[in-house]
Nanobody, 126 residues
Framework: QVQLVESGGGLVQAGGALRLSCAAS????????MGWLRQAPGKEREFVSA????????YYRDSVKGRFTISRDNAKNTVYLQMNSLKPEDSAVYYC???????????????????WGQGTQVTVSS
């Protein structure tokens, strides 16, 4: 079992920055593929970024490349999402999620993530 708790969301103006954190409890954190996904009102949940267990493989959706940076600290059982140059279209509830490492090639498929945090709201005003 893995429990995930996100923090760091909030209201920011366009062009601003936020850093999301996700603290995990449970064993074998470093074996999990960790992802950030988001869901805006009336839209489907979508992949944002993912990082492999050891941190050597990182993935982003095209619209956030160059603006968002995912990282993890396995000693602290924490994954981060640094979001810079935020745009109004980035507004959503952001979820941290964990998947067994063997689902690595399915990093963008939210159905493969079986542990989820409660979500944190990110609102970007224009």
């Amino acid at each position: 079992q893995v429990q995930l708790v996100e923090s760091g969301g909030g209201l920011v103006q366009a062009g601003g920055a936020l850093r999301l954190s996700c603290a995990a409890s449970g064993r074998a954190f470093s074996s999990f593929l960790m992802g950030w996904l988001r869901q805006a009102p009336g839209k489907e949940r979508e992949f944002v970024s993912a990082i492999s267990g050891g941190g050597g493989l990182i993935y982003y959706r095209d619209s956030v490349k160059g603006r968002f940076t995912i990282s993890r600290d396995n000693a602290k059982n924490t994954v981060y999402l640094q979001m810079n140059s935020l745009k109004p279209e980035d507004s959503a509830v952001y979820y941290c999620a964990a998947a067994p490492g063997f689902w690595l090639t399915y990093y963008s498929d939210y159905n493969k993530y079986n542990y989820w945090g409660q979500g944190t709201q990110v609102t970007v005003s224009s």
